[in-house]
């Protein structure tokens, strides 16, 4: 069974530009969650979707958005980037909303 | 709002011995699941245990087990026969029970294992 995947593993952009995060959920998952984690931190909950819908969203600027597809894969936009972008981005999909989250390895965005 | 504290920002233990981290959660809600993750240098986030707050009997996994006090709202993780490879951080988590399962993470403890 593949667990989560995210890509790219690292990725560098500078202020203004726009980002898209990738990640694939585990098989038999329908719900994908992003989180962000700055430097220390515990991960912050970006926003969750189930079966294609946005289902659920944390304290992030609209500037955040994401899509998710017919087979459960997931992306993460990121516009008009700040420094304080800067972070681990981390994706975990669950078999529903409200089940375990099992998390992939997570992307590395640095923003110059 | 929902909390999670972790009060202890980091921990030792020696290769063999037995340690315990706390963690402490505020919630309204009387059905819920606690989680505790740990991430090591690698970044992964790797699912440790899970508690189902319905059930009064304590969760294990090989190692690992919690001490968890529904009444006291504390949900602590005890590592037994400590490994080099325990080191990494942990975190425990809770999600709200609403249409999202959004976690909320606490800050974390650092774990060194030392020889």
């Known amino acids: 069974e593949t667990g989560v995947t995210q890509s790219p593993t690292h990725l560098i952009k500078t202020r203004g530009q726009q980002v898209t995060l990738r990640c694939s959920s585990q098989?038999?998952?329908?719900?994908v969650s992003w989180y962000q984690q700055a430097l220390g931190q515990g991960p912050q909950f970006i926003f969750q979707?189930?079966?294609?819908?946005?289902?659920g969203r944390g304290n992030f600027p609209p500037r955040f958005s994401g899509l998710q597809f017919p087979n459960y894969s997931s992306e993460l936009n990121v516009n008009a980037l700040e420094l304080d972008d800067s972070a681990l981005y981390l994706c975990?999909?669950?078999?529903?909303?409200?089940?375990?989250?099992?998390f992939g390895p997570g992307t590395r965005l640095t923003v110059l | 709002a929902q909390t999670v504290t972790q009060s202890q920002p980091e921990m030792s233990v020696q290769e063999a011995e037995t340690v315990t981290l706390s963690c402490t959660y505020d919630?309204?809600?009387?059905?819920?699941?606690l989680f505790w993750y740990k991430q090591p240098p690698s970044r992964q986030m790797i699912l440790v245990i899970r508690?189902?707050?319905?059930?009064?009997q304590n969760a294990t996994e090989n190692r690992f087990s919690v001490n968890f006090q529904k009444a006291a709202k504390s949900f602590s993780l005890k590592i037994s026969d400590s490994q080099l490879g325990d080191a990494a951080m942990y975190f425990c988590?809770?999600?709200?029970?609403?249409?999202?399962?959004?976690?909320?993470f606490g800050t974390g403890t650092r774990l060194q294992v030392t020889l």
């Open positions: 988590a809770y999600p709200n029970t609403g249409t999202a399962s959004k976690l909320t």
């Open positions: 919630t309204s809600e009387s059905d819920y699941y």
């Open positions: 979707y189930y079966r294609e819908e946005e289902n």
């Open positions: 098989s038999g998952h329908n719900t």
């Open positions: 508690q189902e707050a319905y059930k009064q």
């Open positions: 975990a999909s669950s078999r529903t909303q409200r089940d375990t989250q099992y």
